[in-house]
């Protein structure tokens, strides 16, 4: 598989600016939250996850891009390419439809797996930051590079899953952190790692069928691994081959600094 070009990487750029502009423009939608169909993944479709995934596609179009796409919403779609667009319309849509400023649009251009994700770019449909990387390139917020925070003990500030279906080791690992967040947006919250904000991230609920998709991390896998850091399953196990489909669900535990995450597990945390 051919890498990615500057000119692919700007696509991603302006899809997700575009995105940003639709789904700011239906801020006074009053259906804006309303079920509209039950999305290829299982999951019911919100018509401000539609009107997300329908820009997207118009953008392809005026890009003159012949991607095949991934989506949350409308499963696979074969536009007749030899690249694949993995994409979360709105990552953190239950943030967006409450007002809660975090969520994004999430975009990876691969082929089969995490592996050979080539390019990733994570818009703030809030904020309109960008993080992105391009594999072997390294890891940029607006424009800037960034590179993970080396591990400070007791300093730490992780973003962890809580709520009603996460799990003990989700429990664990927020009562050894300085600080915890859990802002609902796992590109986002991994994106805090890639940057240094944050020194963990970890997502892990009781039953398989409530864990992440391939669309919620694929970008932000190849931005955080090309910031310093590193991202697994909970029990560690490599995420390279989790394949890019709407098939599996996995847990995830990133960290920027390998200090850390060996010191975590040794510790008991996980």
Not at 92 to 113: D, K
Not at 149 to 178: M, P
Request: include cysteine.
């Amino acid at each position: 598989m051919s890498g990615t070009d500057e000119g692919e990487l700007e696509t991603l750029i302006r899809i997700g600016y575009a995105v940003r502009h639709a789904v700011r423009q239906s801020g006074s939608s009053p259906k804006r939250g309303d079920i509209v169909a039950m999305g290829a993944a299982g999951s019911p479709t919100e018509e401000l996850d539609r009107i997300a995934e329908a820009q997207i596609f118009a953008s392809l179009e005026e890009e003159g891009r012949d991607w095949n796409v991934l989506s949350e919403e409308a499963g696979f779609v074969q536009r007749g390419g030899s690249r694949l667009l993995v994409v979360d319309p709105v990552d953190g849509s239950h943030n967006a439809l409450r007002g809660f400023p975090m969520s994004t649009v999430s975009l990876a251009l691969g082929t089969r797996s995490l592996s050979d994700v080539t390019a990733g770019v994570v818009h703030n449909l809030d904020n309109g930051v960008t993080h992105w990387a391009v594999k072997g390139q390294g890891a940029f917020r607006d424009g800037h590079p960034i590179r993970t925070r080396a591990w400070e003990a007791r300093t730490e500030l992780f973003c962890v899953n809580l709520g009603r279906h996460s799990t003990a080791k989700a429990a664990r690992l927020a009562e050894r952190g300085r600080r915890v967040r859990s802002l609902g947006c796992a590109s986002l919250e991994l994106a805090m790692v890639a940057q240094g904000s944050a020194d963990a991230y970890f997502f892990e609920n009781d039953d398989e069928g409530r864990n992440l998709r391939v669309t919620d991390i694929a970008a932000a896998y190849l931005i955080v691994r090309e910031a310093g850091g590193g991202i697994t399953d909970s029990a560690q196990s490599p995420l390279e081959e989790f394949p890019l489909s709407l098939d599996r669900r996995t847990s995830v535990f990133a960290w920027g600094d390998p200090t850390f995450a060996q010191h975590a597990v040794t510790e008991g945390y996980l």
